[in-house]
């Protein structure tokens, strides 16, 4: 199993920064791709961006240009630097970590407990 832990989370005025830090534990070596979504109420998740083991990195249009992903070099930590933050960026955010599953043969999903992020304007 992969445990994600979220921190950085807070309050935040509009056009601050927050950065967001993961870090994954336990069966970590079949780690690819993590990534982080957030989560509005009554809204479903959605993806804000992810990085694969390689270092390429996908966003989503409405992050684009204000927040840059990154992992450490250990590919353990994962990272979410946002910048120029609008009140409709306040979710619940949460890390994901894509692995490989040698009991079901296919990929798997893990997820943190989710981080708070508000913007107030």
């Known amino acids: 199993q992969v445990r994600l832990v979220e921190s950085g989370g807070g309050l935040v005025q509009a056009g601050g920064s927050l950065r967001l830090s993961c870090a994954a534990s336990?069966?970590?070596?079949?780690?690819?791709?993590m990534g982080w979504y957030r989560q509005a109420p009554g809204k479903q998740r959605e993806l804000v961006a992810s990085?694969?083991?390689?270092?390429?990195?996908a966003y989503a249009d409405s992050a684009k240009g204000r927040f840059t992903i990154s992992r450490d070099n250990a590919k353990t930590t994962t990272y979410l630097q946002m910048n120029s933050l609008k009140p409709e960026d306040t979710a619940v955010y949460y890390c994901?970590?894509?692995?490989?599953?040698?009991?079901?043969?296919?990929?798997?999903?893990?997820w943190g407990q989710g981080i708070q992020v508000t913007v107030s304007s």
């Open positions: 336990g069966s970590i070596f079949g780690i690819n791709t």
């Open positions: 990085i694969t083991r390689g270092g390429s990195a």
């Open positions: 994901n970590a894509e692995s490989y599953s040698t009991a079901i043969m296919g990929r798997v999903a893990s």
